[in-house]
């Protein structure tokens, strides 16, 4: 970034360093779900990546390499959705 007008050079490090930082995070939270995830496979309404974690009430949920609920971000999301009061098998 050197030779940007718009920063000096602290700014620019700290920017620099900022960006290596959310990288490191990125990748340590797509290491932690292919460590922890019980299956994978893509999304079957928008084909994104996705990584089933198991929780303490034993359901699976579907995260996305970055570690967002796919539910939250996911255009076909209330296709999936349950009706109110619904159990599963």
């Known amino acids: 970034m050197s030779g940007n007008p718009f920063f000096d050079t602290a700014q620019a490090q700290a ?29 079957k309404a928008c084909s994104t990546e996705l990584f089933f974690v ?17 539910f939250v971000n996911c255009p076909e999301a209330a296709r999936f959705k349950k009706p109110k009061g619904a159990t599963t098998a």
């Open 15 to 43: 920017l620099e360093d900022a960006l290596r930082q959310r990288d490191d995070c990125a990748t340590r939270i797509r290491e932690l779900l292919e460590r922890t995830a019980e299956a994978r496979r893509p999304c």
């Open 54 to 70: 198991r929780h303490a009430n034993g359901k699976l949920t579907p995260y996305t390499s970055d570690g967002v609920n796919h």
